[in-house]
């Protein structure tokens, strides 16, 4: 689990990377790269730019600056289908999911199964329905009908169908942005061995969390973002669990805050 | 009213070279079949005459005073209004006068066109053409007609109906069809054949829904007569096939000809045409026997 | 490693019969509603079930049907075309002019009024998704422009405001076999619009629900940044949809022009609402991601039979819109009633 | 215990110059394009800016405009309303057929009228919320109903389908000061409506921007769940929103009815669309809780412009239609254009 | 911090409580209390009914079963107004934020300050923008600018802002559907500072999350649903924070699972 002397070659790379919103600028400077079999944490305030930084990895957003790099090639995403085509499979902060389909649809939209050919190539839904229900069921989401509309799921149970779909899908990086906010204590962690699983199968993970104790087990590398800038790229042996709390929570106020919470 | 900005002699050949300009503001909508050969008329007499022309049309009494003033605004030589609702113009044809522009009055509006201060009136009234369909229909010895509007609310068209109702001497009742739908007008009329054998007579108004008409006659097995007003090519087609009685026409060219050459011959020569009393532009009925020689000039459009 | 889970299933789904997943299908309002109106007029009126009243209502319906589905299809794509009702005209006014006027081929015409109309579909859906101007704006634009030409235009070429004799131009009979015939089925003159109608109702149902297509049309009406993230090829499903349309258009200007042989200027002003209406109450949802192909074509048989009906009724004809409202209301509040029983939410 | 905070400012915001804040009205692109096409006609036309053309402009947009904003207040509130149009006639031949036919005293007559209208916006909305339909469709069928109930009702009571004999009722006069009359203004000849429509928009303005009622018609054009979860409370604000929407629809009618003195069964038939096309072109979001009052009155004044100044240009007037299909374009993508530069996401 | 032996008069109280969306029963048979001075954690896994449990409570869904008590009284909220004027003010998951107005007007929705009094009663937007300003300064959110539109923020500022506005407006009671999940290390422990200054204050305050460590400290009784029934309803005495996590984990296996992360 220690990081390996050589570093693995890197599949993706931003160097300098920048993004604005208008008048607003999220993301300046910022450079981090993950490799195959990589977990890379990315961590940060709130608004420190960290959904802004992995939407540029995803094609969602194109950068207004710096370079980004997808094994070894510069590329400048216009869209998220090229990305995906690379095997570069994300999970959204606000899912990506269409809320009047049916889960299963939500699941394999985009890369639909399909049977026959020609004029008569058709959706495998059997087969769609079966896979899903399957897959969700390996998370410990046990849906009692993959036909209801996804938007009638609660907020956890959707998060888990994008993230078991990403996880189904993704080639060679997956990227998941604050994948265990709204899970419960067993599908968190199930989402964590997961992506432990993914980085042992040799994919690249970027991993955005604000739960240092979901972040260190399975991270190799933690950028940590702090109002659109870079605190700088570790790896796991140059931090430790607490100085990395503490560079998130922004001071030790923290220690104090424990006690607060007790006092009556 | 005189703009006087022009050098004089345009060309040679004419009367008087003098610049003239006229507006027609119309109630008519634009594409409706009727209108446009009004509005071709009137524009041929500017092409002939050496006149600008401009045409405006609208339905709606508030919209058709704007536009009248709007071309009170650019100052011309003469005014022509048509008048289906006259209360609705009269602030606006009234202030012409007040401009001291020459007004006259075409198609309906007849009886307050002098009232208004209008030089004379040309054309004739709905209602009377209606009347003429009437008498030409109770010859027929119809019994039970159907009068079909093509556009809901048209004063113009129910006018038609009134007055055709007023003289036949049976029963009229109104069917209303949509003119942007010509096949479900079409439908329309069948079904109203349909649900009453004893129609015998169909009348329209416009000359897409006569050809519709025409076959929803056939294709309801009804063996109902037809009229209508206005002339098409292919309405004088049917009218010697013998698939329909007659039309009426208003000859609406000559409702937008004759008051731009008045108008003009006003500017140019101080002629005031009419002595105050109106021009028929009507009646004209096209049957079986002119049919054939009507037909050439509907191709042109001008009938 | 496994997480082990148990599937097993709780108390927690109160019921679950087969029928009540059928009856949350989108146009089952549209379908009793459809049946309502049907029993009403055959029940009140002498000549509604009559097989001329039958072929009659089934015509009326056809024509609005066939721009129904196609604008269902695009609703629940999340777009609107209002220039649909012009673009009938338009391809209609297209094969008149050039043949009567031009005297050109008319399989060539047929072919060059397709071609511009797909033009107009690819050109509305190119500002729509480039300028991101909701396509209701965009396409109220294309609809004025249409409107405009096809009266000056037609005006321009012609020297009237409608195309006259159509049916001496050489081949318009052998058109008519696809376009504007009729044949007996039952004792019924059924027109071969439709004939169109069901069958492209059927192939939009086909390609909405059992084709990737059809996935990514839902997707994009629902929520296309969504779509656009998976991987779904937003602008070329919209282009698709807009082209359609415009396609859809043109099948019925050439239904219209060869039924009645002849077009005018206005043809298809104002229709365009209609084929909404008849979307809406075939349960579509105006903001898009739901709906049904056979909703819509059962919305568009509740119109045509109503439409039909009151005339069959004999009803004073004055009142027709204010029928039509009512029954809009009616159809649309059946509809309503129908899904909250299956348990749906609206 | 506090939690200290640095709240020093980082050089995350590359600009933000105070008129870039002024910029960001949704209102300024319109005034672009109201700008750029006065320029257009003031310079290609002679009558445009003579005073009689001014007030020929003017009064053309402010009928639109009074509208436009009522629209727009609804439509940022998330609402449609279809019936807008036919409301101006309805209450034009309510007064119309109550005084010249029935005699009633022309006050009377008028807020008869009103009470109408504002019955039929209640009515509205009431459907719209109880049922949740969404309400394009609702008003489209109250649009149909009365514009069929305008046209029988008034042939029934008239035999034709328009009033006349308007202005020998006692009390016209009077009235018509209110509704109808004219003064000069600096040489220009200005309908009394021009007022109204200033001062409307100035009030709706102010409701809009600085009053509770609204702060919340954007919350509930904007969100309506969270609009209601905050308390907010929804139905009254829609329901003011189809009231005051329906109370225009009055104005208008009276503005119409005194000024040409009568009024057509099929007044007001298709101008819905005008309405929410000046609202659209004014900045408002289709889709509801954006938007503006002045955007609105914006719109119309654009519309109106180019109405009138097609007239003045003297183009042919079969193009009609087309032009403003080119111009509608036009003005909402200056408009984007503008939005855009000011660096809004659009 | 320990339970008094007298708990206090409860304020809200359900008993036997139910919904049911269609044919999916969220919630049955549910009882629980919450006293003033009270914090009541409700726990659970994705989908337990958590938030069918809150918005029956706030009035944003009529109950379908069982009664619920406020101050004493039956109820049955109709709408969340009703709710709010007993002084019940509920941050949604969902966040109930209108995404296009300005950040100050969000917060003031449905409370607008105003100045002058009759038909020149008009919005007090100066003191409206200060207060929103500095009630966010105070949980540590800086904004660049309180007129932007709130749909423009991070997922965390906008939480911020729902959570902000509650406990600026909680009277009696304040509920907080995961005000935490989306935020980050230092904004959550604001967050459970503001719970524990509530409490303090003499609030009510229902509190749900998936965090133990953040449930644990600041909570007085555990409210445990599992598949929308009740798992009991603890004190913190009868129960310690071990217990607990291992009751919303549903077993045993997360120990496993800690060790699997780090293998590789
Ligand atoms: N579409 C947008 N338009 C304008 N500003 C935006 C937009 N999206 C994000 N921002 C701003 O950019 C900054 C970074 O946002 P981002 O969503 O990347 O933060 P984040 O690190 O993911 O925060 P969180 O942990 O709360 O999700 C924030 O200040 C936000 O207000
Ligand atoms: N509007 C709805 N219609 C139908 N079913 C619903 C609806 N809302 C929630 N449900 C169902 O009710 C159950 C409970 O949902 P709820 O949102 O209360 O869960 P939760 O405990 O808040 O979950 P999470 O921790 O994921 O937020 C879920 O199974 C969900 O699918
Ligand atoms: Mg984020
Ligand atoms: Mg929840």
Known sequence: MTPAPSRPEPILEVRDIGKAYGAVRALQGVSASVGAGEVLCVLGDNGAGKSTFIKILAGAHPHSEGTLLAFGAERRFMHPREALDLGIATVYQDLAVVGLMPVWRNFFLGAELTRGRGPLRRLDAARMRATTKHELARMGIDLRDVDQPIGTLSGGERQSVAIARAVYFGAKVVILDEPTSALGVKQAGVVLSYIARARDRGLGVVFITHNPHHAYPVGDRFLLLQRGRSLGDFAKSEITIDEMTALMAGGAELEALAHELERR | GCTGTGTGSGDGGSPAGEPVTIAVVTHGTAGDAFWDVVKSGAEQAGTDLGATVTYQGDGDPVKQSQLIEAAIATDPDGLIVSMANPDGVRGAVEKAVAAGIPVITINSGLEKSREFGAQTHIGQSEFIAGQGAGEKLAEAGVSNVICVIHEAGNSGLEERCAGAADTVGATVSNVQVDVANLADAQNTIKSKLLADPSIDAVLTLQTGVAVAASQAVDEAGSSATLATFDVSADVTRLILDGGMLFAVDQQPYSQGYLPVSFLTLQKRNGDVVGGGLPVYSGPGFVTKENAAEVATFAENGTR | ?346
């Open chain 3, 1 to 346: 490693m496994t997480v082990v889970v148990e599937a097993e299933f709780t108390d927690r789904l109160k019921r679950s019969h087969p029928l009540l997943t059928l009856l949350r299908r989108p146009e089952v309002g549209a379908l009793v509603a459809a049946v309502a109106i049907f029993l009403f007029f055959s029940f009140f009126t002498q000549a509604f079930l009559t097989p001329a009243g039958v072929s009659t209502w089934l015509y009326s319906a056809s024509l609005f049907g066939i721009m129904a589905v196609a604008v269902a299809l695009l609703m629940i794509g999340g777009e609107f075309d209002l220039s649909a009702g012009a673009m009938t005209g338009t391809t209609g006014l297209i094969v008149g002019v050039v043949t009567t006027q031009w005297g050109l081929n008319l399989a060539l015409a047929l072919v060059l009024a397709l071609a511009v109309a797909l033009a107009i579909g690819a050109a509305n859906a190119f500002v729509v998704m480039k300028t991101g101007l909701p396509s209701f704006i965009v396409t109220l634009a294309t609809f004025f422009i249409l409107q405009g030409c096809n009266l000056a235009v037609t005006k321009l070429v012609t020297g009237s405001v409608a195309i006259q004799g159509m049916n001496a131009v050489p081949g318009f009979q052998q058109a008519k076999v696809f376009f504007g015939s009729s044949f007996p089925v039952l004792g019924l003159e059924v027109k071969v619009s439709i004939v169109w109608w069901i069958a492209l109702t059927a192939l939009a149902t086909w390609v909405l629900l059992r084709t990737r297509p059809g996935n990514w049309v839902f997707a994009v009406g629902g929520e296309v940044t969504s779509a656009r993230q998976v991987g779904v090829p937003v602008f070329r499903v919209k282009l698709g949809l807009f082209m359609t349309t415009a396609g859809a258009g043109w099948l019925v200007g050439m239904l219209q022009l060869f039924d009645v042989s002849t077009v005018q200027a206005t043809t298809g002003v104002g229709q365009e609402f209609i084929y909404i209406i008849c979307a809406v109450v075939g349960g579509c949802l105006l903001t898009g991601g739901y709906g049904s192909a056979i909703g819509a074509a059962l919305g568009a048989l509740i119109y045509g039979m109503a439409l039909q009906g009151i005339v069959f009724a004999q009803w004073d004809n004055n009142w027709l819109k204010a029928f039509l409202g009512g029954m809009l209301l009616l159809a649309v509040l059946v509809n309503l009633l129908v899904r909250r029983q299956a348990g749906m939410r609206s």
